[in-house]
Structures are given as C-alpha cells and as structure tokens.
C-alpha cells in the first residue's frame, strides 16, 4: 500500500469513528490487526500532527509570554517536536496497558491489544484537533478533542467485554490515566527542551 492509499484509509477511519462510532466500534473490534500494524497503519501518522502543528505554529506565529510573542527557533522547535512525537508513541501504549489491567474491576477482560485499538481510535479527535495550534487565534478549539471522552465511552464495553452500566466509571478512569500521561508528557518535554523565554 503506498502511502496515498494509507492516507485515504486513515482519513476514512478517522471520519467513520468520529461520525458513527458504536457501528466503527463494531469493525475495529472484528479487525484481526497486530499493536505494531496498528502502529504503523494509524497511530505514527495521526500521532505526529500535533508534534507538527505545535512546532509550526510555534516557529511561524510564536505564542503568547505575558505581552509579548515569542517564537521557537527552528532548530529549537524541531527538537521540541521530535521529542513530543517519539514520546507521545510509548506513553500511548503505557495508557492501553493500565486501562486494560483496569478492566477486571469492571468485569471485562484484560486484552492489551484491544485496550491499544480503544485508546488510538478514541484519541482521534485529540489528535486531529491539534491541528488549530497552526493558527494564534484558533489555538483554543483544540478542546474539541474532548469528544475522545464520548469515543471511549462508547467503546469500551464492546473493547474491553465489561459490563455496560460501569463505562461512565471506566471511562472516568481512562480520563484520569490520560491526564496523568499527558501531564507527564509535557513535563519530561519542557524539562528537555524549555520553551523559549522573552
């Protein structure tokens, strides 16, 4: 498949489980896929936009410091970047893997392939809201990511085979873990490559 094609399956993926995710719900659960081709087929791509989106916005428009607008330099952003990106791809796993060992306590199964195919599909529109970060005045409307949270607790039953009437709190669970590993990401990123000062 050359990467046309990749893109096009991509982007009719995405639309399909933003648009009608309990019937995408059902396909994803029937795909027999392996983690590394859900990696390589999904989540390296849609993963890389906000490293993208972020660095661009940030050399090209800058962001605000106090009264004044700062701008990475391009070196600096790049770093920057590459490390959100090659960050954000272990710290994806690690969130499938304690909502899988969560599953138990609400009487699913633990399946850490299936908790890895809930997590990327429902960070979709995390993902692609990212892609306001290109724009200064737009920045703000990457909280329509938080459709992810209803992506989630759609899935998750069917994903994880726990009982219906415990998604609200699984799903409440899942949004703490994400929390804490996006917190951790952007932690260990500015520790290593600080924003720039004015």
Known sequence: ???????????????????????????????????????????????????????LGGWLFGFSRGDNVVHYTLFGGLMRAALQ?????????????????????????TDDLRALKLVAYSYTPIWLAEVFGLVPGLRWLDVLGVYAIYLFYVGVSRLMRSKEEYSDVYTAAALVTGIVAAFLHGAIVHMLVPTPTV
């Open 1 to 55: 498949m050359d990467i046309k094609e990749r893109l096009k399956d991509i982007g009719e993926r995405a639309k399909r489980i933003i648009l009608s995710p309990k019937t995408e719900w059902e396909a994803i659960e029937a795909e027999p896929i392996a983690a590394v081709d859900l990696y390589r087929n999904y989540i390296l791509y849609l993963a890389a936009v906000p490293a993208i989106a972020n660095f």
């Open 85 to 109: 990106y090659g960050l954000a791809l272990p710290l994806l796993y690690g969130v499938a893997l304690v909502i899988s060992r969560l599953a138990p306590s609400f009487e699913g199964k």
